[in-house]
């Protein structure tokens, strides 16, 4: 179960200005680099953000190009998961990857700060602020074991394979 507070984003966030390119020459240093993260989208949110935290977006979430550093310091930053109607194809299999979920759901009922309360097992989201509850395609098991053990290398590691 995964609880915190949300972080509403809008459309077409990219990759971007969820790591600005002016930043580019930190990749090798990426607790510098997560400093930095959601900058362009809003300035205040690295200041604001707390572990446990959920980035809820509208449509295609993590467009532009394929970095992976995009969802790490978006984990790096504290936030457990990410909420958007729809995602960037190469950013989703990044952040699953990573060990981030990203979870497709019709966000529109979610506001800003709204504490939210996620089940990755039975897909329901409750929003605790307004009361409502959301659902969200179920996971398949392998990508849960991936996602609960911190990531595809990490389940690779203590596997050996993919336990299908």
């Given at each position: 179960?995964?609880?915190?507070?949300?972080?509403?984003?809008?459309?077409?966030?990219?990759?971007?200005?969820?790591?600005?390119?002016?930043?580019?020459?930190?990749?090798?240093?990426?607790?510098?680099?997560?400093?930095?993260?959601?900058?362009?989208?809003?300035?205040?949110?690295?200041?604001?953000?707390?572990?446990?935290?959920?980035?809820?977006?509208?449509k295609?979430f993590?467009?532009?190009?394929?970095?992976?550093?995009?969802?790490?310091?978006?984990?790096?930053?504290?936030?457990?998961?990410?909420?958007a109607?729809?995602?960037?194809?190469?950013?989703?299999?990044?952040?699953?990857?990573?060990?981030?979920?990203?979870?497709?759901?019709?966000?529109?009922?979610?506001?800003?700060?709204?504490?939210?309360?996620?089940?990755?097992k039975?897909?329901?989201?409750?929003?605790?602020?307004?009361?409502?509850?959301?659902?969200?395609?179920?996971?398949?098991?392998?990508?849960l074991?991936?996602?609960?053990?911190?990531?595809?290398?990490?389940?690779?590691?203590?596997?050996?394979?993919?336990?299908?």
């Amino acid at each position: 179960m995964l609880k915190g507070r949300a972080f509403k984003f809008g459309d077409s966030i990219s990759t971007d200005h969820i790591i600005p390119g002016r930043y580019a020459y930190l990749r090798s240093n990426l607790t510098e680099l997560a400093k930095h993260a959601m900058e362009d989208a809003d300035p205040t949110f690295m200041s604001r953000v707390r572990a446990g935290a959920l980035i809820v977006a509208g449509k295609n979430f993590g467009l532009g190009s394929s970095r992976e550093h995009a969802p790490l310091v978006i984990k790096m930053a504290g936030v457990s998961a990410i909420l958007a109607k729809s995602v960037a194809r190469i950013f989703f299999r990044n952040a699953i990857n990573l060990g981030l979920p990203v979870l497709l759901c019709d966000t529109d009922s979610i506001g800003d700060g709204d504490e939210l309360e996620v089940d990755l097992k039975t897909g329901i989201i409750r929003d605790i602020t307004a009361g409502g509850q959301l659902t969200f395609s179920k996971i398949p098991e392998i990508m849960l074991g991936i996602l609960n053990e911190g990531g595809l290398l990490a389940y690779l590691k203590k596997y050996g394979d993919f336990r299908l």
